[in-house]
T-cell receptor, first 113, second 118 residues
């Protein structure tokens, strides 16, 4: 089955710096890669996603890149702000008679003011 | 749109008691997922339904756990009997599901139920 590895587990950056979180997946059949942000006491919320027919997608300060050959995808946050502090999860999904999504272990991001 | 609704938000119970968690997915979504989140194991998929039918329950820890989806707007996750190691945050999520051969769709998570079994 699919396996998603996420690094680093913890990331601390200074406000204004960039943050990069990297994930790898194992199953080449995966074709949808969402990123979720989870704030304390809340459920994960989608912040950006990318499909396998696209190599890069950007939404304001957030961008995601996908390398299908290497089975890598990454989240880039530029000009980080204290409110970006949260746990971020990458995930990989494939069509298997439903939408089973496998999540990475999460990255706890601290943005220091 | 009210989003995914879960109840209760918090549950404290004693070992051996039955626990029932409830979920109302977003209207029009036909896939529903139950997850468990702990510090040690992260976010684990327990079971998911498509069009009210259980598709994959391989993540259900053991026979003490059961889930039902009697209709498109309601699902339950039951633990009987509960044990202290079941203490976790349980999330329900829903998605629109398959669209004419399209890729997987975004899952929308509820606020979770924080369960503590003493």
């Amino acid at each position: 089955g699919e396996n998603v590895e996420q690094h680093p587990s913890t990331l601390s950056v200074q406000e204004g710096d960039s943050a990069v979180i990297k994930c790898t997946y194992s199953d080449s059949a995966s074709n949808y890669f969402p990123w979720y942000k989870q704030e304390l006491g809340k459920g994960p919320q989608l912040i950006i996603d990318i499909r396998s027919n696209v190599g890069e997608k950007k939404d304001q300060r957030i961008a995601v890149t996908l390398n299908k050959t290497a089975k890598h995808f990454s989240l880039h946050i530029t000009e980080t702000q204290p409110e970006d502090s949260a746990v971020y999860f990458c995930a990989a999904s494939m069509i298997t008679g439903g939408f089973k999504t496998i999540f990475g272990a999460g990255t706890r991001l601290f943005v220091k003011a | 749109d009210a989003g995914v609704i879960q109840s209760p938000r918090h549950e404290v119970t004693e070992m051996g008691q039955e626990v029932t968690l409830r979920c109302k997915p977003i209207s029009g979504h036909n896939s529903l997922f139950w997850y468990r989140q702990t510090m040690m194991r992260g976010l684990e998929l327990l079971i998911y339904f498509n069009n009210n039918v259980p598709i994959d329950d391989s993540g259900m820890p053991e026979d003490r756990f059961s889930a039902k989806m009697p209709n498109a707007s309601f699902s339950t996750l039951k633990i009987q009997p509960s044990e202290p190691r079941d203490s976790a945050v349980y999330f329900c999520a829903s998605s629109r599901g398959e669209l004419a051969g399209g890729p997987g769709e975004t899952q929308y998570f509820g606020p979770g139920t924080r369960l503590l079994v003493l």
